[in-house]
């Protein structure tokens, strides 16, 4: 069988995270989440720092025409003015999640993976959501000196920033069902179902 990804956009406190990496072990492929930073650091010799600068956040948008894309695929040289640019930055990720799509099985998180991938046949893609009380008990589970309102402000300032992200280099709403083959409410099945309907899923794609 030739190399197969699984991509995960999820919401803050659904689990995705976590159903990503038990699909990853039962399925014994790799499993890439923050370390493509690292890997896009080294590829491109630019500070690991700037790459985690602007991580799944923007905190100031660059001028783009609405419905377009900052993603173009393209890396500028080390000599180019913008070699450090947002736009780059993306664009170097982009390649190492392109080169690992080529060369290997995995479960990629977050990072635009889905749009980046989207010309692929051998790519699931996957949403993990659930309602913001769900999330809110996770959260707490993961910052115990959180209450439920600084858990819902935390939620609800991640998943701005993962949608502002999203629209900022694909152009797209991150929370649209057409960017997906499958969106999965985590709090109605728990995380082995998941787990379980995502495999199930990945044999009808691929057989």
Not at 175 to 186: T, V
Request: charged share 30%.
């Amino acid at each position: 069988m030739k190399n197969y990804v699984i991509t995960i956009a999820r919401q803050y406190g659904s689990g995705g995270k976590t159903i990503g990496r038990m699909l990853a072990r039962e399925l014994g492929i790799g499993y890439h989440d923050k370390e493509l930073l690292v890997r896009a650091s080294v590829e491109s010799g630019i500070s690991a720092e700037l790459f985690a600068q602007v991580d799944e956040k923007i905190k100031k948008k660059p001028l783009i025409k609405p419905g377009k894309p900052l993603y173009t695929g393209e890396v500028l040289p080390p000599e180019s003015p913008d070699f450090t640019s947002v736009q780059n930055l993306l664009n170097y990720q982009a390649k190492v999640i392109r080169d690992l799509a080529q060369n290997e099985s995995c479960v990629i998180v977050g990072r635009c993976a889905d749009f980046i991938l989207r010309d692929l046949d051998n790519v699931l893609r996957i949403y993990v959501h659930a309602p913001i009380d769900y999330c809110i008990e996770k959260t707490i589970e993961l910052h115990p000196d959180f209450d439920a309102e600084e858990a819902r402000r935390f939620i609800q300032r991640t998943d701005k920033g993962r949608s502002d992200y999203y629209r900022c280099f694909t152009g797209n709403d991150w929370k649209n069902a057409d960017n997906y083959d499958l969106c999965i409410n985590s709090a109605v099945l728990g995380w082995d179902k998941c787990v379980s309907l995502v495999k199930s899923y990945l044999d009808i794609k691929l057989s």
